[in-house]
């Protein structure tokens, strides 16, 4: 939106119902609008406060000087990303290029590579120098256990091995 003009305005008063369901009176000494929503202060604001058009119940004073279709279309929200609902995966206890390579590998599988074992981890592949605290986090989570050997022939077969 706009910056608010440091001009006083004519009053806008209006019955305002929140998201809560609550109705109260409210009064703007200054204020912009776009296609959706009013935004501005009264006498006492030190921020302004934003109100979206469609809760306005009944307006009081000062509806005339509103633009209604003339104002500036509000900004599109931005698309919510799709959730990644890949089985995940994390690698611990390899060396860099070699985590690298296997990172590369997991994700053109399918799988979702992480950096941290969290509640959705489904693998977590160990190396050698794998660390306890990974690990136990790992099963904490519910995630199979698995070596390189083993993630390999869960790619060639689809299957866990025993």
Not at 49 to 78: H, Q, S
Request: hydrophobic fraction near 40%; aromatic fraction near 6%.
């Amino acid at each position: 939106m706009e910056q608010l003009s440091t001009d006083a305005m004519p009053q806008l008063r209006f019955i305002y119902r929140d998201a809560q369901g609550q109705i109260s009176e409210r009064t703007l000494t200054r204020w912009i609008e776009n296609s959706r929503y009013l935004q501005g202060r009264n006498e006492v604001d030190t921020l302004p406060k934003t109100y979206r058009k469609d809760c306005i119940v009944e307006f009081l004073a000062g509806a005339e000087l509103l633009l209604n279709e003339a104002a500036p279309p509000a900004p599109e929200p931005k698309p919510k990303a799709a959730p990644d609902d890949r089985p995940q995966i994390l690698f611990t206890g390899f060396k860099s290029a070699r985590r690298e390579d296997l990172e590369r590998t997991a994700a053109a599988q399918g799988l979702r590579v992480m950096k941290t074992a969290g509640k959705a981890l489904a693998f977590l592949c160990i190396g050698e120098k794998a660390g306890p605290t990974k690990v136990e986090k790992a099963r904490e989570a519910g995630a199979f256990i698995l070596d390189e050997l083993q993630l390999h022939a869960l790619f060639e077969s689809g299957e866990l091995p025993c």
